[in-house]
């Protein structure tokens, strides 16, 4: 089993850039696929980026592409979202989530994922 803990937003202004953090207790990332997701107010969860339990697949949902990057430190157990060029439509709580998994597959849909962090607002102003 995994805890996830989330930090890392804030209020910014269009264009400014965050970077949130996921550290990851309980087991390593070794055996889990895991992915960004944000949440905006009245609408569904979407992911943000997924990646597989390798890290060697990664997808990023078209709008953050080129805008925003997922990198990790396994020694840190500890996984990144930075996020530049930030628009308003950015806006969002954002989530880490975890999902234990024997191969290297990618799972894009929230219901798939067991283990979540417990999110971080990201406001992002005109």
């Known amino acids: 089993q995994v805890q996830l803990v989330v930090t890392g937003g804030g209020l910014v202004q269009a264009g400014d850039s965050l970077r949130l953090s996921c550290a990851a207790s309980g087991s390593t990332f070794d055996n889990y696929a895991m992915g960004w997701f944000r949440q905006a107010q009245g609408k569904e969860r979407e992911f943000v980026v997924i990646w597989s339990r390798s890290g060697n697949k990664i997808v990023y949902t078209e709008s953050v592409k080129g805008r925003f990057t997922i990198s990790r430190d396994n020694a840190k157990n500890t996984a990144y979202l930075q996020m530049n060029s930030l628009k308003p439509e950015d806006t969002a709580v954002y989530y880490c989530?975890?999902?234990?998994?024997?191969?290297?597959?990618?799972?894009?849909?929230?219901?798939?994922?067991?283990?979540w962090g417990q999110g971080t607002q990201v406001t992002v102003s005109s």
């Open positions: 989530a975890a999902r234990f998994t024997v191969d290297d597959s990618l799972y894009y849909g929230h219901p798939a994922y067991t283990y």
